[in-house]
């Protein structure tokens, strides 16, 4: 067993795009709210951002404004920081090496989490540079014997 986090939203400093929930209201009309929100994605300057938006119509449902309030609030309030440290099991948290400068990047290293910094990507290392992503993972679980 163990536990890979790429990107996941440890705190608020990662809901940038998620935020937008609160930012950017869309007076209760979710369809407005979700194409504003997937046409701001798509502009934003980050690596893979517009790649990740162009798929958003597929993969989420314009009502999905509950979803992104409740990322935002367990990001800000739940403690996950503390939840991903206490895991028993082999850990590893992928990020873009733009994002090198989150705040929680040495208590995570600390705390015994595997850090890996994913080049030429930021908040989507997924969309960005999947084979490095992928690669990173394999030597993962080589290295705890997890094949």
């Keep these: 067993m163990s536990f890979i986090n790429i990107e996941g939203n ?8 998620s935020r937008q929930v609160i930012t950017h209201p869309a007076d209760d009309d ?4 979700f194409d504003d929100f997937v046409e ?4 934003s300057p980050t690596y893979s951002s517009a790649l990740y938006a162009a ?7 314009a009502g999905a404004r509950p979803i992104f309030q409740s990322l935002v609030a367990l ?4 403690d996950l920081i503390p939840k991903f440290l206490s895991l028993s099991c082999p850990r590893l948290f992928i990020y873009g090496e733009r994002n090198s400068s989150l705040s929680y990047l040495q208590a995570l290293a600390a705390g015994g989490i595997e850090l ?11 969309y960005s540079n ?11 679980y080589t290295r705890n014997n997890l094949t």
């Design 10 to 17: 440890l705190g608020p400093e990662d809901c940038i795009l």
């Design 30 to 33: 979710d369809e407005s709210f």
């Design 40 to 43: 701001r994605t798509r502009r």
């Design 55 to 61: 798929g958003l119509p597929e993969k989420v449902r």
């Design 75 to 78: 990001s800000a309030r739940g």
């Design 116 to 126: 890996a910094a994913i080049p030429h990507s930021a908040h989507f290392p997924m």
């Design 130 to 140: 999947p084979v490095a992503m992928w690669e990173r993972i394999g030597e993962f």
